[in-house]
Nanobody, 126 residues
């Protein structure tokens, strides 16, 4: 079973930066498209962006475009979300996720994500 473990969340002031990490592990794990999401209580979960299995393609939603950088290091089985110029509106639980199609040219970043992390809280104070 694939497990995704997140780290890097916390309480920061507006204008600060954070880098979230998501490390994958588990028997039979192979690199696949991975994505970042966030959710505010009482709201639907928002898709932020995704990165392809080899890091060759990256997609960002307009909500974070220009402030977010998604990257991955497959040698470490880790995906990153760098968030700059954080705003109070960025306060949410951030989730990492992975699709189930491994090691191919498949690139549909909005498709279903099968594996999910536990979420990490990011709180941005004004």
């Amino acid at each position: 079973q694939i497990q995704l473990v997140e780290s890097g969340g916390g309480l920061v002031q507006a204008g600060a930066s954070l880098r979230l990490s998501c490390t994958a592990s588990g028997r039979g794990f192979y690199s696949s498209t991975m994505g970042w999401f966030r959710q505010v209580p009482g709201k639907i979960r928002d898709f932020l962006g995704a990165i392809s299995w080899n890091g060759g393609r990256v997609f960002y939603e307009d909500s974070v475009k220009g402030r977010a950088t998604i990257s991955r290091d497959n040698a470490l089985n880790t995906m990153y979300l760098q968030m700059d110029s954080l705003k109070p509106e960025d306060t949410a639980v951030y989730y990492c996720a992975a699709q189930k199609v491994f090691g191919s040219d498949y690139w549909q970043p909005r498709d279903e994500y099968h594996y999910w992390g536990q979420g990490t809280q990011v709180t941005v104070s004004s």
